[in-house]
């Protein structure tokens, strides 16, 4: 694009009804939010604990900056690593059952971080049709040659091992889908890298906190070994901020060597190390927060069955009612919004073209009478 094409290039957004408009909230993320003066029930956050703007964690954040103070002033590896960090650190990876972790600064960031660190020029990495942007991102900017297999198809993917020659081979999936709620086959996976010499990298920033007790997906589904990278977001379900990667104690200290967004960038502030020791406390202890969830997922998914909503259930806080047209979803979430219910309207290229969806995200804070205000919403778009 040139610099005199822009106007065009926008237009052409909001003609495919593609266009995004950011709104600013005027407090805390929660299961209500007020934005511009009015207040919404929200049903867009992946703050599916309700930790966000948990009392505790706003205390541990600002104990953490009279501790350790705001800005972490330079790169891990010069002087930006805090002990309260090394601590985070020790209990993520003891959480999630690995030897060892390292925090970055998103989930983003570690998926880039992560993929080029182990594979480059004249490798492969195999990746699920519907893995994230930021998997693929990290797999072009690894120069690895990109081949996808269908989604959720481990005998697919099989073929394709098969047949490709490659020096180093990677299999990247998401281990929750993020815009649809589905989970992908470990177990088989984990085998599958074991037969052809491949790592397995697993993206579960829609998993940790939610699966397993809180501890994520790779723990909930027993699978593990040197041959495994794990990634989670803390921006989440944990309600901080950042990610971090998990693996064992060779493969970490590679990748906080090798990984350039973790040598490059400065380190996350330190007190999100302090908040973060808070809501894995919360994580582990409220057990209560995922049967939460897990009810209310029930109660939607019972009403929906019974009416024209073709609603994609999970064991997960996502739960994508797919509507197919951009403008007709659009008009589905403005009209959601006008009764005071925020549900995001989500289009190409975050899914593909024809499967826009309206994506309730569900969040262990949401009262029964949030979900029925939901639920009559919705019936009344159908009506
Ligand atoms: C949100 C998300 C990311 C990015 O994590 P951030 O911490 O938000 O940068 C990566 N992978 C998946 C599957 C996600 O949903």
């Known amino acids: 694009m040139q610099?005199?094409?822009l106007d065009a290039a926008l237009a052409a957004l909001d003609a495919?009804?593609?266009?995004?408009?950011?709104?600013?909230?005027a407090g805390p993320q929660g299961p209500e939010i007020v934005i511009d003066g009015r207040r919404y029930l929200n049903f867009s956050s992946n703050d599916y604990l309700g930790l966000a703007g948990h009392p505790r964690?706003?205390?541990a954040a600002a104990a953490g900056a009279r501790a350790w103070g705001v800005g972490s002033g330079a790169s891990a590896l010069v002087t930006g690593h805090f002990e309260v960090q090394r601590q985070a650190e020790r209990a993520l990876a003891g959480f999630a059952g690995c030897e060892a972790a390292l925090l970055l600064e998103s989930g983003y960031a570690a998926n880039l971080a992560a993929i080029p660190?182990?594979?480059g020029r004249g490798d492969t990495v195999?990746?699920?049709r519907l893995n994230h942007a930021s998997l693929n991102d990290g797999c072009l900017l690894s120069r690895a040659r990109l081949c996808r297999f269908r989604h959720n198809d481990p005998d697919h993917l099989e073929y394709l091992l098969k047949r490709t020659p490659a020096n180093a081979r990677l299999i990247a999936v998401d281990a929750v889908y993020s815009m649809d709620g589905d989970e992908a086959p470990l177990a088989r996976l984990a085998e599958l890298a074991e037969r052809y010499d491949a790592w397995l990298y697993l993206d579960d920033a829609h998993g940790f906190g939610v699966l397993g007790d809180g501890r994520g997906s790779m723990v909930e589904q027993g699978v593990g070994g040197e041959r495994i990278l794990y990634m989670a977001t803390l921006g989440k379900?944990?309600?901080?901020?950042?990610a971090f990667l998990a693996g064992n104690r060779r493969l970490i200290d590679w990748l906080a060597n090798r990984a350039r967004p973790y040598v490059f960038s400065t380190a996350q502030p330190p007190l999100l190390a302090a908040a973060l020791l808070a809501s894995l406390e919360l994580i582990a202890g409220e057990p209560w927060r995922r049967a939460r969830l897990a009810s209310l997922a029930a109660r939607l998914a019972q009403h929906c069955h019974t009416r024209p909503l073709a609603l994609k259930t999970s064991r997960t806080?996502?739960?994508?009612?797919?509507?197919?047209?951009?403008?007709?979803?659009l008009n589905m979430s403005r009209r959601l919004r006008e009764a005071g219910i925020w549900v995001p309207a989500i289009r190409p290229p975050t899914v593909a073209p024809g499967s826009a969806r309206l994506r309730i995200s569900l969040c262990a804070a949401h009262r029964d009478e949030d979900l029925t205000r939901l639920i009559e919403a919705l019936d009344s778009l159908v009506a």
């Open 126 to 128: 195999f990746a699920d």
């Open 3 to 5: 610099p005199g094409e």
């Open 16 to 25: 495919r009804a593609e266009r995004r408009h950011r709104v600013a909230l």
């Open 317 to 329: 806080a996502i739960h994508p009612l797919i509507i197919g047209d951009n403008l007709q979803t």
């Open 57 to 59: 964690l706003v205390e």
């Open 117 to 119: 660190a182990l594979v």
């Open 237 to 242: 379900a944990a309600g901080v901020g950042g």
